[in-house]
Nanobody, 125 residues
């Protein structure tokens, strides 16, 4: 059974850092892609960053380039999102998701079939 569990969210001040963790199970660690997505109240779900688990190529949405870093630890079945220089506009529920087929774009939300329950990130100024 495929399962993804996020952790690491919290309430932080603008400029602070957070590390989100995604513990996955039920599939081979070097298979497919894992991504981070976020959804703020009243807004559509947005792709933040994704990583191809075997090839290690990555995607970042423009608004987080240079501030966020995605990484994976295959031995621990973990994917991380290191978030630096956080801004109030980063406030959202953050979700970890898995895509086993990796067709076309690496980080298209509709291609991701398995989702975690989410972790809240709130950044105040």
């Amino acid at each position: 059974q495929v399962r993804l569990v996020e952790s690491g969210g919290g309430l932080v001040q603008s400029g602070d850092s957070l590390r989100l963790s995604c513990k996955f199970s039920g599939f081979a660690p070097d298979y497919g892609a894992v991504g981070w997505f976020r959804q703020a109240p009243g807004k559509e779900r947005e792709a933040v960053s994704c990583i191809n688990m075997r090839r290690r190529n990555t995607y970042y949405v423009d608004s987080v380039k240079g501030r966020f870093t995605i990484s994976r630890d295959l031995a621990k079945n973990m994917v991380y999102l290191d978030m630096n220089a956080l801004k109030p506009e980063d406030t959202a529920e953050y979700y970890c998701a898995a895509d086993f087929e990796v067709r076309g774009a690496l980080c298209a939300p509709n291609d991701y079939d398995y989702w975690g329950q989410g972790t809240q990130v709130t950044v105040f100024s």
